[in-house]
């Protein structure tokens, strides 16, 4: 008896979750297919936004990105200084306001170039560049890290 109501009850849970999959799924195609419109007809201050967004939701809510978002605008992330957002951040109620506005800021360095990221070339050359790196910091770190490189320097390569 209590098997057979175990069982009921995740069969209704199931059905549920099909239920929302199915109402969800349209809206989550029509988010990415704008993300994907962004990439390729947005200018730069879109896609400057865009990556404020995802630094705004780490460790935070997807809504409150959206809100922050909204509330700053593209052209506040690129010119607000940081003591402007920070005010804007605790405005929205962001958990971090001081060093996500510190982050924002600091990735300001990017606008102007973040269509030419979307290359596969790109990617394949910070790819190389950051095995480079890695390999150049763990040279200088502590022998136990030298020993530890040196054992997985062959599945690096």
């Given amino acids: 008896m209590i098997h057979s109501n175990i069982t009921n009850s995740l069969d209704i849970l199931v059905n549920k979750i099909e239920d ?15 993300f994907k419109d962004i990439g390729k007809n947005g200018d730069e201050l879109d896609l400057f936004s865009e990556l404020s967004f995802c630094v705004l939701t780490a460790n935070w809510r997807a809504k409150g990105g959206i809100k922050a978002q ?9 010119h607000y200084n940081e003591e402007q957002l920070i005010s804007k951040l605790r405005e929205v109620g962001h ?3 001081n060093t996500r506005s510190r982050y924002i ?17 790109y990617f394949r050359k910070q790819k190389v ?14 022998p136990f890290f030298k020993k530890r490189w040196n054992r997985r320097r062959r599945y690096i390569r």
């Fill in 70 to 78: 909204k509330f700053i605008t593209k052209e506040g992330f690129a």
């Fill in 20 to 34: 929302v999959k199915l109402t969800i799924k349209d809206e989550v195609e029509r988010r990415f297919e704008e």
């Fill in 105 to 121: 800021v600091e990735n300001r360095w990017i606008i102007g170039s973040l269509k030419n990221l979307t290359s596969k070339r």
């Fill in 129 to 142: 560049f950051s095995r480079k790196y890695k390999r150049y910091r763990l040279e200088r770190s502590q």
């Fill in 95 to 97: 958990r971090f306001p």
